[in-house]
């Protein structure tokens, strides 16, 4: 038995070599850890550790054909419903484009990205707050119970296969729709927000960035790290009590006066006071910033954001102030 992971690399504000956490569990298990640079040339030991089988789990790399031909089967564990959201951000993918339900596949490797015959498959709800680093650490360890499953059937010799396309046949999955779903590693201009695009797009790009690498934007020329946000209805955002218009693009929002956007410049952040809070509106309603990270600070609450951006533009008391003006 051996486990392969990642070389040590340079981490923390230091840049020391820091071990992967799976070499640190394996390392306390006792268990034989090898970290290749290449897999290529790691061939040979694999084949003189006389493993039967292999499980790959969100390893980071293609693994060449002539590493699979070293045992006879070879087992990936993949959170989605393959065929669907194959590659390499499943999760990030289906929660951003608002599913309501993934799940955990144990595939047999073969030289495809994701493509293998299943040999076990459990789906689950995504639920309506859920970001990708709970639903990340939730199917993690599902899917380790279900490797553990597929590994005894596996010995048992009572394991089945069912190639992809037989699965997308019964669900009713097009080739369109699994192209559509195939991801890539995000790219910089994937966690930026666009906030022309309906509020739910928005909470849901938030959720799925959550809690690393965060969604982006920008306040007053600071760029923003958003941690949560929630979508609400306008007449939640506003109110009944209508005292004043503003016009927001082409269209003319009501708005009570103590509920009055300062600085308020669409598409882009607005804040709000009474209570305070940040918040975009949108298509479908307004989206709240709930938390967020500025530059050089640690996560903090929208109203303490509001706080110390008021007190930097405007002095001390700044928002007290505005508040009385917009209240008379």
């Not at 910089?188 to 739910?200: E, F, M, N, T």
Request: net charge neutral; charged share 25%.
């Amino acid at each position: 038995m051996g486990v392969v992971t990642q070389p040590d690399r340079p981490a923390g504000r230091g840049h020391k070599l820091a071990p992967t956490p799976v070499k640190r569990a394996a390392e306390s298990l006792g268990l034989p850890v090898f970290t290749p640079e290449k897999l290529k040339p790691f061939v040979d030991e694999a084949r003189a550790l006389g493993a039967a089988a292999f499980v790959v789990a969100s390893y980071g790399r293609i693994v060449p054909q002539a590493l699979l031909d070293v045992v006879p089967t070879a087992f990936n564990v993949h959170p989605s419903l393959l065929p669907l959201y194959r590659g390499a951000t499943p999760l990030q993918s289906a929660i951003r484009d608002g599913r309501t339900q993934t799940g955990v596949t144990i595939i047999a490797m073969d030289a495809g990205m994701d493509t293998g015959d299943v040999l076990l498959q459990e789906p689950t709800p995504i639920g309506a707050t859920e970001t990708y680093g709970e639903l990340h650490d939730r199917l993690a360890r599902r899917g380790a119970e279900l490797v553990v499953t597929a590994l005894q059937q596996h010995a048992d010799r009572t394991l089945t296969r069912t190639p992809q396309s037989e699965i997308a046949r019964k669900l009713g999955v097009t080739d369109e729709e699994i192209a559509r779903t195939l991801t890539r590693p995000l790219r910089k201009d994937d966690l930026v927000i666009d906030w022309s695009q309906p509020g739910r797009c928005i909470v849901d790009l938030v959720r799925s960035l959550a809690p690393q690498p965060l969604a982006r934007t920008e306040y007053l020329d600071e760029k923003l790290k958003i941690l949560e946000a929630h979508l609400i209805t306008m007449d939640e955002l506003f109110g009944p009590d209508i005292r004043r218009s503003i016009t927001v693009g082409s269209q003319t929002v009501s708005i009570k006066t103590s509920r009055v956007a300062v600085g308020f410049e669409p598409p882009g952040l607005a804040v709000g006071m009474d209570p305070p809070y940040v918040y975009v509106i949108t298509s479908d309603g307004a989206v709240i910033i709930d938390r967020l990270i500025a530059p050089n600070r640690g996560p903090m609450s929208a109203e303490a954001f509001m706080r110390r951006t008021f007190a930097r533009e405007f002095g001390d008391g700044s928002m007290r102030d505005i508040a009385r003006e917009f209240g008379r």
